[in-house]
């Protein structure tokens, strides 16, 4: 069976930086941390904990820039607020100059996870009542927080420092020659095995169990790593043990829609809570259209491009009556509202609704939509994805299909026949569409794509994904030119941190950039 929907969705206030970090945790500002009044008791470790998650969200939307927005899904939004340093990464053409490369802020992140690893057992000779089980509990959630940072700079520059001091001042610097890759990766190993042995499988409270890192968090970014490193019997290893967890946990398909409203489903794993009192959630500003004060705003000013007119996969504008449990964006015209009459350079406005409704199958949206978005790290059909694409890799493909098609039951589509999706490059280039139809826009489709093409003989998988039907209308030999070297696929060092960082010296690929 082929696919035969790509949604190309734009950007409009990807400009806006998400919440600043300057009044982080006043208490137990990072700065502060070492300071001797500090580490007295549980409670400075548990507020210093909750500061590491609150953390994640200043590095949110360099985060997701890195890991997405190179995908075949996005288009420059309307807004002129859609600057250069954006366009870059939409025409596969960056330089060490634009400011999205700019790793300090999850520098800085992994600043506060040493330090709070450095310090935090100082509590121990200072509190009593603090057990050292709880401890390394706590422990545990910082380890997997690194983890998570490293990886994320690990697939979007492949070689980059090993910082272990701690974070103490703005003026503090790195000078610091970067790691390998396959030294970066045994890195994030060694945190994650110390985390999955620290880390509690259950909290008290729900909520914990979705925003704070469990067990299960662990062993699906784990299984993540796993796969990178092209290690498939690993990554099935820990996926069979998030399948015993989460197999009979997949919302219905008549609730879908629970996923991203009010979120935390049964199936989801690890998210960035949002509440009315937090940080602001970027979902809203990167996937709406809205109007305010007079003015007009288009997030998502795109396309809705079909490749073939096969019938299995109707187009979004079907009427929804004829699809009503359908999923996310693979069918619907409520996964993707066009916003008619409203038309850039690039195409027609649409937005994400998933990210911003109250109810699926309506216009509702829901009150305060940037403070009530969860950003979801990994949730169990991502999981299904890696199966798949690991038992593939083994040549399993009927085994990876049976996979897939345990998700397109969730989503009320017709399963894949049996050998419908094909094998090698063909199987891959419909995986990695299967994905974009269940996850896209949350925030690994890049990532996933540049892990296929990595593997000898797979290079074509993104390079045509890439450059077919470009959504800046660039044409097919310059997009396909610009990523011949697999170089292109990761990022150059921001030429900031060059500068004050006597032991990085630029790539080689972005010399002359």
Same mark, same amino acid.
């Given at each position: 069976m082929k696919i035969s929907i790509k949604i190309k969705v734009g950007l409009l206030s990807l400009i806006a930086v998400l919440y600043s970090c300057n009044d982080f945790l006043d208490v137990d500002r990072p700065d502060n941390l070492v300071k001797n009044e500090f580490w007295q008791s549980s409670d400075h470790v548990f507020s210093s904990l909750m500061g590491l998650y609150t953390s994640l969200n200043s590095s949110l939307n360099h985060l997701h820039v890195w890991g997405d927005i190179r995908s075949s899904l996005y288009a420059p939004g309307r807004s002129s607020s859609f600057s250069n340093i954006y366009s870059q990464f939409l025409m596969h053409d960056i330089y060490p100059t634009n400011s999205l490369v700019s790793w300090a802020q999850a520098y800085k992140s992994i600043g506060w996870v040493n330090s709070f690893l450095i310090n935090a057992p100082l509590t121990l000779e200072n509190d009593p009542t603090f057990k050292e089980d709880q401890l390394n509990e706590m422990l545990g959630e910082a380890y997997a927080i690194r983890a998570l940072y490293y990886f994320y700079l690990v697939r979007a520059f492949k070689e980059v420092?090993?910082?272990?001091?701690?974070?103490?001042?703005?003026?503090?610097?790195?000078?610091?020659?970067?790691?390998?890759?396959?030294?970066?990766? $045994?890195?994030?190993e060694e945190d994650l095995d110390i985390a999955l042995r620290y880390v509690p499988e259950i909290?008290?409270?729900?909520?914990?169990?979705?925003?704070?890192?469990?067990?299960? /968090?662990?062993?699906?970014?784990?299984?993540?790593?796993?796969?990178?490193?092209?290690?498939?019997?690993?990554?099935?290893?820990?996926?069979?043990?998030?399948?015993?967890?989460? /197999?009979?946990?997949?919302?219905?398909?008549? $609730?879908?829609?629970?996923?991203?409203?009010?979120?935390?489903?049964?199936?989801?794993?690890?998210?960035?809570?949002?509440?009315?009192?937090?940080?602001?959630?970027?979902?809203?500003?990167?996937?709406?259209?809205? $109007?305010?004060?007079g003015e007009r705003y288009l997030a998502n000013a795109s396309n809705v491009r079909l490749n073939s007119s096969e019938e299995l996969y109707p187009p979004i504008g079907l009427d929804p009556i004829l699809y009503t449990t359908?999923?996310?964006?693979?069918?619907?015209?409520?996964?993707?509202?066009?916003?008619?009459?409203?038309?850039?350079?690039?195409?027609?406005?649409?937005?994400?609704?998933?990210?911003?409704?109250?109810?699926?199958?309506?216009?509702?949206?829901?009150?305060?939509?940037?403070?009530?978005?969860?950003?979801?790290?990994?949730?169990?059909?991502?999981?299904?994805?890696?199966?798949?694409? /690991?038992? /593939?890799?083994?040549?399993?493909?009927?085994?990876?299909?049976?996979?897939?098609?345990?998700?397109?039951?969730?989503?009320d589509i017709p399963p894949i026949e049996p050998g419908g999706a094909g094998d090698g490059v063909e199987f891959?280039?419909?995986?990695?569409?299967?994905?974009?139809?269940?996850?896209?826009?949350?925030?690994?489709?890049w990532f996933a794509a540049v892990r296929v093409a990595r593997r000898p003989g797979f290079e074509s998988v993104l390079i045509e994904k890439a450059a077919m039907n470009h959504s800046m209308g660039q044409s097919y030999q310059v997009i396909r030119a610009r990523l011949l070297n697999p170089e292109s696929w990761f990022l150059p060092y921001y030429y900031d941190e060059v500068k004050k960082n006597q032991q990085l010296d630029q790539k080689e690929f972005y010399l002359n950039k």
């Open positions: 420092p090993i910082i272990k001091e701690a974070y103490e001042s703005d003026l503090q610097k790195i000078n610091t020659a970067v790691s390998t890759e396959q030294d970066l990766l $045994d890195f994030i909290y008290e409270t729900q909520q914990d169990n979705f925003g704070r890192i469990t067990k299960n /968090a662990v062993r699906a970014l784990w299984a993540d790593v796993k796969l990178w490193r092209n290690q498939y019997q690993e990554c099935l290893d820990l996926c069979a043990v998030l399948d015993s967890k989460y /197999a009979n946990s997949l919302v219905n398909p008549h $609730d879908w829609y629970t996923i991203f409203n009010p979120g935390n489903s049964p199936e989801s794993i690890f998210e960035y809570q949002y509440s009315q009192l937090g940080p602001t959630s970027p979902l809203y500003n990167w996937f709406s259209y809205h $109007d305010r004060a359908s999923d996310t964006i693979r069918l619907k015209t409520y996964a993707a509202f066009n916003m008619q009459n409203i038309s850039t350079g690039y195409g027609t406005g649409v937005e994400v609704y998933k990210f911003l409704g109250e109810a699926p199958y309506q216009r509702s949206y829901r009150s305060s939509n940037n403070r009530t978005a969860n950003y979801i790290f990994y949730r169990y059909r991502e999981i299904l994805f890696m199966k798949a694409e /690991a038992l /593939a890799m083994q040549g399993e493909y009927l085994k990876a299909e049976e996979v897939l098609n345990i998700i397109r039951e969730q989503c891959f280039t419909n995986l990695l569409m299967e994905r974009e139809f269940e996850l896209g826009f949350e925030g690994k489709e």
